[in-house]
């Protein structure tokens, strides 16, 4: 009997618990929904979404060279889902429903509702464990509860992880060929239906991202071969492509947690946290990311726009739209700040190092609301991803799981000095610093600012250090 398969952030064929589980039961057919106004609800801006759709052409394909066709439906929201994938699932007479599990609240939700639906009209429905290693609420603290801090959960992680979780999902094999057609996928600015609010196109260049897990793998054997010995010397310097640059292809799943940590495992005498020093600090970024899943499921206020740290709903963050767009555009006259922003713009990526300084320097330096810089990261990022974006952020401005205090701020001339010395990534996207001497483009004087036309600095740091620390100190 034909199995449904549903695809979400899990745009492969290799390594999918859902297909695997679902091949082993009868034919498979797949199915992808697009939702385009819920993502615009959820702030996801085009570079992301003409990502993903290239994403599902590749999947597409993927799925053709095993005979099992994708039928693709464009919906508004995730309202609909439920009542398009059954209309879908008797059409093709299927037996039941697949699918990997997904944890912020909307899509929790969504697949609640999915599953009542399926329920009621006596079809089968069956979800899974996928994105991360370990369900949410599997891994607790000794009062049963969910982690708060990062090191003991990842002291956890380490301790129960093993084959169960690891083991990489058997490949369906090439089904026979099925008396159903795919969907033809229509190019994102088809306006196939007047209601649907047509797509803008990526604002970023597409090349530097090919999507498809073919390209995940590559991108993977890359930074193995090249830089993960490295990464614990090289990722915090964002003039290095010192890191992986995989987390567009996790986040909308061309590639799977288990194939990156196996690959670790490969290249690691069969280690994730001991042996190479490289190696293991990259597994621990993917535990980052696991981290931040089990948080929007412990602490849902998280998924709701409302702080980890419920004392910091109180703080009274400053109202500027100035300062505001100063940062967005990288006119903040903080050097370093200003170079990442334009790289986010230019590229839709930002090093990780980067997004904890700019972070910072809004939520702390210019007190603006932190939610307003998670929502300009995510119209912007190829790889914006609500649980590890809303973590950052949240992380950043002292509302999240950070286990330092609040008084911890970065100063921004100070890590500019220490992760970029030689200033040559300023260099690369602040050419009008360029031709001053490196020293100089940490912190230009007001004569070079003023020749170079590089505007002056927004705020004094030790004014906004004072000001943050008075804004977060009466709390409680
Ligand atoms: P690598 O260093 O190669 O790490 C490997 C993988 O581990 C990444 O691809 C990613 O999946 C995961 N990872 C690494 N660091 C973190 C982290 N701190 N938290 C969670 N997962 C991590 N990551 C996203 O995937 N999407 C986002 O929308 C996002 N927004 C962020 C916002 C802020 C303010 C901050 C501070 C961090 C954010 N991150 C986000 C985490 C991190 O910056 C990126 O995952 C990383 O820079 C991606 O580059 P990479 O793939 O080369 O990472």
């Known amino acids: 009997a034909t199995q449904l398969v549903w695809f979400r952030n899990d745009l492969r064929t290799l390594d999918h618990t859902a297909l695997s589980a679902a091949a082993m039961k009868g034919p498979v057919v797949g199915i992808y929904l697009a939702c385009r106004q819920q993502w615009r609800s959820h702030g996801h801006g085009a570079n992301k979404i003409s990502f993903l759709h290239r994403g599902v052409i590749a999947l597409a394909e993927e799925l053709k060279a095993l005979n099992i066709p994708l039928l693709y439906r464009d919906i508004d929201d995730f309202d609909a889902a439920p009542g398009t994938l059954l209309e879908a699932a008797r059409r093709i007479d299927a037996q039941a429903l697949h699918f990997n599990r997904e944890y912020p609240l909307d899509e929790q939700r969504r697949d609640e509702r999915v599953t009542d639906e399926f329920t009621q009209a006596g079809l089968a429905l069956f979800d899974y464990t996928d994105h991360i290693a370990f369900e949410p609420g599997e891994l607790l603290t000794g009062q049963n509860e969910y982690y708060k801090v990062f090191t003991p959960f990842s002291r956890a992680w380490h301790q129960r992880v093993g084959a ?31 209601d649907i609010v047509p797509p803008q196109p990526s604002k970023i260049q597409e090349a530097p991202w090919p999507a498809g897990q073919e390209a995940a793998a590559d991108r993977l054997a890359d930074f193995l071969r090249q830089r993960a010995r490295r ?218 600012r003023h020749k170079t036309g590089y505007p002056p600095a927004i705020v004094d740091h030790k004014f906004a250090r004072e000001r943050a620390l008075e804004a977060f100190k009466n709390l409680g």
């Open 164 to 194: 169960d979780q690891l083991a990489l999902r058997d490949t369906p094999r090439r089904q026979a060929r099925l008396d159903i057609a795919s969907d033809r996928i229509p190019a994102l600015a088809e306006r196939d239906r007047s």
């Open 231 to 448: 990464y614990n010397d090289d990722r915090d310097f964002p003039a290095i492509a010192g890191t992986s640059e995989l987390s567009a292809y996790l986040a909308t799943g061309m590639i799977s947690h288990r194939q990156c940590l196996q690959a670790v495992m490969a290249n690691n005498g069969g280690h994730l946290a001991d042996g190479d020093a490289g190696l293991a600090s990259w597994t621990n970024e993917l535990v980052w990311r696991e981290f931040y899943q089990h948080i929007a499921v412990g602490f849902p206020r998280v998924c709701r726009h409302r702080p980890f740290k419920l004392e910091t709903d109180k703080l009274n963050w400053r109202h500027s739209d100035k300062d505001f767009a100063a940062w967005c555009e990288g006119r903040t006259g903080f050097p370093l700040v200003d170079a990442a922003m334009r790289q986010l713009v230019a590229t839709g990526w930002m090093h990780n190092r980067l997004r904890m300084v700019t972070a910072m320097f809004l939520s702390k330096h210019l007190l603006l609301d932190w939610r307003r810089g998670e929502a300009f990261f995510m119209e912007h990022l190829v790889d914006g991803d609500f649980a590890s974006n809303n973590g950052g952020w949240q992380w950043a401005a002292s509302t999240g799981t950070d286990a330092s205090p609040y008084f911890r701020i970065f100063n921004p001339t100070t890590q500019s000095r220490r992760f970029d010395p030689e200033a040559t990534f300023i260099a690369q996207w602040l050419p009008e610093l360029a031709d001053l001497p490196a020293k100089n483009r940490h912190e230009p004087s007001a004569e070079q």
